[in-house]
């Protein structure tokens, strides 16, 4: 089987990161947006691994490791950015009982 | 090459150890000694600051290290220097608020946390450096401005910068990932000659344009500013003035690398898609202001305007960088010397009179003439009337545009909008002057008194002895020069 | 090319037709007949009480989001391992390395120290 050209990495991580920004603008609950948010970094994965092994010109190893080192900080951000989105939330939640940043509205133009 | 010299490097590690002990002492500290946490804190960023200025070195050209991901140059050295006067500012501004809140000393480990994040920004040479800075300053962002855990207000602050902030890096990451791909190289340098030498490519403009996005939310750049005004309301007061300055100017920082290295072959595109963002952040800055109440709020309008106004200095930078990146560095400091100066007043009107609506101003000068006074000059300098700092920051930033040509529209547009402007700032001084007279303000606790006095010497004496302070700014800017 | 996701395609066809099939088989043979007992959650033969969003306790999401944290950090040792020798071996300073990671993993034990004083580790309080 001939390896899976550029364009199919490319296009599934386009989608996932138009779902993703999509999740955000759309959904009114909290958790969903920040689901949302986890789908555009992972597109954003997806785009740096492919990358990373398209750019190596021998293909068979992977010389050009910037993209990889990447995918391991995108990662490990992630993973602070969700603790600390779902600190927020519950912190939200506790206060105002609710879970969806429209109705936590106090304040106006 | 790896380190070549950790001595290039001492300002960040210093930075780090300080906001580590500070985090460890508050854990083993009793309580009642906790108060030595700020004075450590002000200390150490004096030493940060000193260590910093003592890399300045206008003959030598920018120093690469750690496989060139992180930038040593003059550029950098102001903006570190900047950021610590930045830091130990903000912690004079925190201390008098803290008293009553709960978690103490987390707030000065937090404080350094993102001082640490935004002075790595000014030296990131490389797409994974500066997202990675860039997180640690919105991370901790997100958090301070969620201080006040039992306030809904600043807990629904937080989650709103959250969202949006979040949202705006996962955009930023993702134009980074096609960078990588055009480029095939994470640094600064190599994907700038690269990308110079082929055409441009709609993909290379939608990569320029996610990166934009991301950088425009973080400076509160129109049309992705509609965080700003609920962020910097709802979030604690010291932790507004300080998002108002700090990580806005890290965002410069960036978006000036970042344009002037890697995109020198887009350069007359992206100097159309910001002169026009620049006009729009000007315009919905201060119209919107006008009908603000709430003084923070207004505040925080008028910081997107002058994010409108340091927009300009980055589009002329594009065309004559002698002239613009200057414009911006003299700017910033001037920008954070009012700025600051009149959230501390805030701070003092507030505490005495329990309201943060502008009408806690009203008849300042018969209870408190010395505070009128000084708020009075930081509002003249904020509208950019001489003799203050302000003025000669705008007069630099718009002769920046004028000088570069094609741009000179751009200040004709600021010199409206500060017209506009003259009309929200006034109306306070009206308030303050003959408004209905209330008491004088009671107490005066001494770090907000440092910060005002600071800031009222700080506007005058830039307005009045400009030259110094642009001297410095013109040596951190050559580096660019002749791009 | 095409060809070449040949047995793909013909995985994919295969398996959404089976599942069809076997739904579509048993909605033809079984006998139609609804009552309310049939229309209930089943779980584990038990009668559910109440609805599934029911509170869990708060200490479980503090010390799943410190594991997170940890966790991920981890990933970064694996690629430190992987290359360790060759590393320690190029550099003049054979304990660079060592150091380096080292200097990480002091920085999170300060970040689990945090949590462990300020009592978050603790499974009641």
């Known amino acids: 089987m001939s390896p899976v050209p550029l364009q199919a990495y490319l296009v599934v991580a386009g989608l996932l990161f138009a779902m993703g920004l999509f999740g955000v603008m759309t959904r009114r609950h909290a958790v969903a947006a920040l689901l949302g948010i986890e789908l555009m970094l992972n597109a954003a994965n997806i785009n740096l691994v492919a990358f990373s092994h398209y750019l190596s010109p021998n293909r068979a190893i992977n010389t050009v490791l910037d993209g990889q080192v990447f995918v391991l900080m995108v990662i490990a951000l992630a993973a602070c950015e969700v603790a600390v989105g779902l600190a927020i939330i519950l912190r939200l939640y506790r206060t105002m009982g609710v879970l969806n940043p429209d109705e936590a509205s106090s304040m106006k133009w | ?483 | 090319m095409a060809l070449e996701y040949g047995p793909v395609a013909v995985l994919l066809t295969f398996g959404v037709a089976l599942g069809v099939a076997a739904m579509v088989t048993a909605w033809l043979l079984r006998p139609s007949d609804p009552y309310a007992a049939k229309q209930a959650v089943y779980e584990c033969g038990m009668e559910p009480i109440g609805p599934a969003w029911s509170q869990f306790y708060a200490r479980y999401y503090l010390i799943a989001l410190v594991f997170v944290v940890f966790d991920v950090e981890a990933i970064f040792l694996f690629p430190w391992a992987a290359v360790f020798k060759q590393l320690s071996a190029a550099t003049a300073m054979g304990a660079v390395p060592l150091v380096e990671v080292a200097v990480f993993i002091v920085i999170l034990l300060i970040g689990l120290a945090y949590a462990w004083r300020k009592g978050d580790l603790e499974w009641t309080r």
């Open chain 2, 1 to 483: 090459m790896p380190v070549t010299n950790l001595q290039l490097f001492l300002p960040e590690l210093l930075l780090t150890g300080l906001a580590l002990a500070v985090l460890l002492l508050d854990l083993w500290l009793p309580r009642a000694r906790r108060s030595v946490l700020p004075v450590l804190s002000v200390i150490g960023l004096l030493l940060v600051g000193l260590a910093a200025a003592s890399l300045w070195d206008p003959q030598r050209g920018p120093v690469y290290d750690f496989w060139n991901s992180y930038v040593t140059d003059n550029f950098a050295i102001f903006l570190k220097v900047f950021f610590a006067a930045v830091g130990g500012l903000v912690v004079l501004l925190s201390t008098d608020f803290l008293r009553d809140v709960r978690a103490y000393g987390e707030y000065w480990s937090l404080l350094l946390f993102v001082l640490l994040g935004m002075v790595l920004l000014a030296g990131a040479n490389d797409l994974i450096t500066i997202y990675l800075a860039f997180e640690l300053v919105s991370l901790v962002s997100y958090v301070l401005a969620g201080y006040r855990r039992e306030d809904p207000k600043s807990n629904e602050a937080a989650l709103k910068y959250f969202l949006y902030g979040a949202s705006a890096s996962g955009v930023m990451i993702y134009g980074m990932s096609l960078l990588y791909g055009l480029g095939g190289s994470t640094n600064l340098q190599v994907l700038g000659e690269r990308l110079a030498s082929g055409e441009v490519t709609p993909l290379g403009a939608l990569a320029l344009m996610l990166v934009l996005t991301g950088l425009g939310y973080k400076v509160a750049m129109a049309p992705f500013q509609a965080w700003c005004p609920d962020v910097y309301e709802g979030a604690p007061t010291p932790v507004t003035a300080f998002l108002s300055v700090g990580p806005k100017a890290a965002g410069f920082a960036v978006l000036i690398r970042f344009a002037l290295s890697v995109f020198p072959s887009l350069l007359p595109q992206w100097q159309v898609v910001v002169a026009i963002l620049a006009t729009l952040t000007m315009f919905v800055g201060n119209l919107l202001a006008i009908r603000q109440q709430n003084l923070k709020r207004l505040l925080a309008y008028s910081s997107i305007a002058h994010a409108g106004y340091l927009l300009i200095g980055v589009v002329a930078a594009g065309s004559q960088a002698g002239w613009g990146l200057p414009a911006v560095l003299f700017y910033l400091v001037a920008y954070l010397l009012m700025n600051l100066g009149a959230f501390a007043l805030l701070l003092l009107v507030a505490r005495t009179r329990g309201t943060e609506e502008i009408s806690g101003f009203s008849g300042l000068a018969q209870g408190a003439p010395f505070a009128a006074a000084t708020m009075l000059i930081l509002l003249l300098s904020l509208t950019g009337i001489p003799p203050t700092g302000g003025f000669v920051g705008k007069f630099y930033l718009f002769a920046a545009a004028i000088e570069s040509g094609t741009w000179w529209w751009l200040a004709l547009v600021g010199i409206i909008n500060s017209a506009i402007s003259l009309y929200y700032y006034m109306n306070i001084a009206r308030l303050m002057y003959f408004g209905q007279p209330a008491p004088e303000l009671v107490k005066r606790p001494a770090g907000l008194s440092v910060v005002v006095w600071v800031a009222l010497i700080g506007t005058l004496g830039l307005g009045l002895v400009p030259e110094p302070l642009m001297a410095l700014a013109r040596q951190a800017g050559m580096l660019f020069v002749g791009r």
